[in-house]
């Protein structure tokens, strides 16, 4: 799978080095994990050997998480726990220090949801999460799935028995949450732009004039957001929707006043020519 950033794919053997360096060996990336810090390469080694051949099995879902800009493996995802009948999928995932609050896991956690849900076909994929680490419960929040509450001592991991948090998206929420956040992917005008607006249009508008015209900017805004979506493939370019006539008049000349007439009001005249004060200097 390909996303903005990253490629998620099957590992190898050859990402062995890379996965020790950059997570495996780390004790702040496992802290919260239910596997130990791996002590040597050949450990990490060994692990891939078991994950690369239960690539054999088709609906074995684990992927390494690698960044396009350097081709570097960073991390980890996949599923951990199949519940076949209900159709529930359950992800977990780690990734690098070094890519921490970078959206990183976020964007790698919608790609696994939105391949689960279109071509796997499951109806829920959850994730849990220690509460000691908030920002784990941050990405799948990011990713649309609603905090469903904790459950008290109820798990462990290399910090000791642990509450879990539980986070899980159903197939009807997802249809839902894709409708709200059409209907609110409308443009937002902010106040700081209407302030701009006002000054360059040299009006002092009022609270009730300010509100009036966010909304009308909004609207105007969302029409040409929805007239782009129509297809004018073929359709010559024109300066205005409607042919634009002239409907007056061609231009006659005709004879002037005579120039000496003319000029014999004029304060001051030069060369046969009105003669002005200078307004720039």
């Given amino acids: ?76 995802i996949g599923v951990i726990k199949v519940l076949e009948q209900a159709k529930l999928m359950e992800i977990g995932y780690c990734i690098s220090k070094k890519y921490w609050h970078q959206g990183i896991a ?29 920002y784990s419960g941050k990405v799948m929040e990011n990713c649309g799935m609603y905090y469903e509450g904790t459950r008290i001592e109820a798990d462990w991991n290399n910090s000791g028995i642990c509450d879990e948090a539980l986070y ?55 029409y040409i957001d929805k007239l782009n979506e129509l297809d004018t493939t073929g359709v010559e370019p024109m300066s205005h929707v409607f042919p634009v006539n002239n409907v007056f008049r061609e231009d006659i000349v005709e004879n002037s006043d005579n120039r000496e007439n003319m000029l014999k009001n004029a304060p001051e005249t030069k060369d046969g020519s009105y003669q002005v004060p200078k307004t720039v200097e």
């Fill in 1 to 76: 799978m390909e996303t903005e950033r990253l490629i998620l794919r099957q590992f190898t053997l050859e990402d062995a080095p890379k996965m020790y360096e950059n997570w495996a060996s780390d004790m702040e990336v496992t802290k919260y994990l239910m596997w130990k810090p791996h002590l040597k390469v050949e450990t990490t080694m060994k692990l891939l050997e078991d994950w690369v051949k239960g690539y054999d099995d088709k609906k074995r879902y684990d992927w390494c998480i690698e960044v396009k800009e350097n081709q570097e493996p960073i991390g980890s």
């Fill in 168 to 222: 899980g998206l159903t197939q009807k929420q997802r249809r839902d949450l894709n409708v709200e956040v059409q209907k609110s992917n409308r443009t937002v005008i902010s106040d700081e732009t209407i302030e701009y607006v006002g000054i360059l249009a040299k009006l002092e508008l009022s609270s009730e004039e300010k509100e009036n015209a966010k909304k009308d900017m909004g609207e105007m805004l969302n």
């Fill in 106 to 134: 976020s964007e790698a956690v919608q790609a696994v949801m939105n391949f689960l849900f279109d071509e796997v076909g499951v109806n829920r994929v959850e994730a849990r999460h220690d509460p000691r680490n908030p």
